[in-house]
């Protein structure tokens, strides 16, 4: 692979657990969050954002809301990826 490949980040999507679930405004209307969309910088930190569904129902904006600072969450962050290097690490190439 040549040495100038530039990869600039690499996402996962990970389902919040019910348990930790949380809700948030946004424009006067209640969100209940329920996915994790996490990011792998460049420069090996993380970076997450949180998105979900209206309380009242329908299909809503795609609006990311920041993810609290809670030490379960951080725990759920950092598992997720662990879990994705593992499974990016043991790829088996393009299925085809």
């Known amino acids: 692979m040549s040495s100038d490949l530039e990869i600039s980040a690499l996402a996962i999507n990970v389902t919040i657990p019910q348990a930790l679930r ?3 405004t946004r424009r006067g ?10 990011r792998l910088l460049s420069n090996g930190h993380l ?3 949180a ?5 009242g129902g ?3 904006a ?7 600072d809670r030490p379960e969450l951080a ?4 598992a997720a990826a662990d879990s994705a290097g593992t499974l990016w690490a043991g790829h088996r190439g393009l299925d085809h």
């Not at 795609?62 to 609290?68: A, E, K, L, W």
């Open 62 to 68: 795609y609006v990311s809301f920041p993810v609290p």
């Open 58 to 60: 329908g299909r809503g």
């Open 29 to 38: 209307e209640a969100f209940t969050l329920t996915t994790l969309n996490v």
């Open 75 to 78: 725990a759920l962050v950092a």
């Open 51 to 55: 998105y979900g569904r209206p309380i």
């Open 47 to 49: 970076a997450a954002k």
């Open 22 to 24: 949380w809700t948030d």
